[in-house]
């Protein structure tokens, strides 16, 4: 404790407050079901009840945290509300939290295995679970040729891939002499708007990003990978990298993974497998099916942030063989030089990922599968793809009401077959309602109604009472009529 003047918060104040922010989230989690789902605050809302200048004088934590209450919750959408069924969830749990706040207590900066060796060594160790856990290929363990590493996002780790695939396909000319005009990526036009990012932040380009046909279930046509590949040949292009997905953001579709992988490695191609939300399902081994093919890929990632209990950010990203990563990314300045990397014994994850600092994300991911226990991680990936299969269930049996594409785990796709206006108008109403949150996308042209079954609390009941809502207000919306 320091003994001159200061003005930081003393450790028995920190014991106090952190006490009363532990019972603040605790309440929350209590409450959040009264809260409408989706903020009702307009745009600049927010802003014009903060004070125009930052205070002089400290404040005490108390005005802190009742201006939490009453100026930040109203600009809240609560994703941690189990009424929450939108986008993809981003579910969090008790011990994530937990973990999270320990890591910011730590402070640690983890970029060197030499900055805290336990910061790098736990996170190797968590992802080598993990890859028994999903029952992953074994090149993904660090005691083989490959590993993992925490990224923020799996955007991340897609720019990641990309990295490694350019450098690869070019022998290592990219970085030395700038990305020349002819490496071609391919992923289906379902694939999340991530990998096109990556291709322009990798300097490959738009143009050089091939979106390859779908089939009738949205996934990517293999056939037609191959052809495109073949055509890009003959016009002397560079094929660089496909990017499958696992489970796509608009409808979860899954890419055929053991067909590509064949032509991807018949052509020398690096193969990234993007299974952001539906990567946690591989815990059961009734759904590790779409893991099937998973032999061919260079590099695969999901998200513990989406649907495994791990607060936001969390994203596993494995590849295949570490020395391609890290001879894309690693550039060492003396200042990082140190004894421990250069006896080339420890792992530094500088290398691994675009930022050079890193936060111990490893410490909430070990907390929450030690806290769950694979057996309790099953239990609530099974409870949602059954509350979703049950909700798609309702859909079929309602004649108003039609799916829109196969629901094979815990995303349901659906529309009332009065139109894409009804639609909107029947997303607007319920949205509003605050009673839940649904999100939309288009198939086949189509407006569809997304409702995503993945939030930590969300129970049966909530379930229920979503679809007795979708069902009262198009109740209403038809009685409106006019559509
Ligand atoms: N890939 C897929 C399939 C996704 O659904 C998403 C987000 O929903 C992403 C990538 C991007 O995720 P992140 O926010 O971790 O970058």
Redesign the pocket.
């Known amino acids: 404790m320091p003994n001159e003047k200061s003005y930081h918060m003393s450790i028995e104040e920190f014991r106090r407050n952190g006490r009363a922010a532990i019972d603040w989230i605790a309440d929350y989690y209590e409450r959040i079901e009264s809260f409408p789902v989706l903020s009702r605050v307009q745009p600049g809302e927010i802003r014009a009840s903060l004070p125009a200048e930052a205070p002089m004088q400290g404040e005490q934590f108390e005005s802190l945290l009742s201006d939490v209450e009453k100026l930040i919750l109203p600009g809240i959408t609560h994703w941690q509300s189990p009424n929450f069924f939108a986008?993809?969830p981003c579910n969090a749990s008790a011990p994530a939290i937990l973990g999270d706040l320990l890591s910011s207590g730590l402070g640690i900066q983890g970029m060197l295995w030499a900055t805290s060796p336990a910061a790098t060594e736990l996170e190797t160790h968590v992802l080598d679970w993990l890859v028994q856990m999903l029952a992953l290929p074994e090149k993904f363990l660090s005691s083989a040729t490959g590993g993992g590493v925490i990224q923020?996002?799996?955007?991340?780790a897609?720019l990641c891939a990309i990295l490694a695939a350019r450098e690869r396909a070019t022998g290592y000319a990219s970085n030395k002499h700038g990305c020349k005009g002819d490496l071609i990526a391919y992923a289906s036009p379902q694939?999340?708007s991530?990998i096109e990012k990556a291709v322009r932040i990798a300097g490959l380009g738009d143009q050089n990003l091939r979106h390859i046909e779908v089939d009738a279930n949205l996934a990517l046509r293999p056939e037609a990978l191959a052809a495109q590949i073949a055509l890009d040949r003959q016009a002397g292009k560079v094929p660089c990298i496909v990017c499958a997905?696992v489970?796509?953001?608009s409808s979860n579709a899954l890419d055929p993974l053991p067909q590509i992988g064949r032509i991807a490695r018949e052509h020398g191609i690096w193969l990234h497998v993007?299974?952001?939300?539906a990567g946690t399902a591989s815990l059961c081994p009734e759904f590790r099916y779409i893991n099937e093919g998973l032999e061919f890929a260079d590099s695969y990632c999901f998200?513990p942030?989406?649907w495994m209990f791990t607060n936001f950010?969390c994203?596993c990203f494995y590849v295949a063989r570490r020395k391609e990563l890290i001879d894309a990314l690693s550039i060492l300045p003396d200042y990082l030089r140190n004894k421990a990397t250069e006896s080339g014994a420890v792992i530094d994850y500088r290398d691994w990922q675009v930022p050079l600092g890193r936060r111990f994300r490893a410490l909430k991911l070990w907390f929450v599968i030690r806290h769950y226990g694979v057996e309790g991680l099953r239990y609530h990936v099974r409870r949602h793809v059954a509350l979703a299969q049950q909700l798609a269930s309702w859909v079929q049996r309602d004649e108003r009401f039609e799916l829109a594409a196969p629901s094979p785990l815990n995303l349901v796709c659906f529309r009332h077959r009065a139109g894409d206006a009804f639609n909107e108008a029947l997303l607007d109403a319920l949205n509003r309602s605050g009673d839940l949150y649904v999100t939309h996308t288009k198939l086949h042209g189509r407006f569809i109604i997304r409702f995503c079954v993945g939030q930590t609390y969300t129970e049966s009941r909530h379930v229920e009472r979503a679809w007795e809502r979708i069902g009262e207000e198009a109740a209403k919306l038809e009685a409106r009529g006019g559509w």
């Open positions: 986008f993809f923020d996002s799996a955007s991340s897609t694939a999340h991530s997905t489970g796509t953001t993007d299974s952001a939300m998200n942030h989406k950010d994203d």
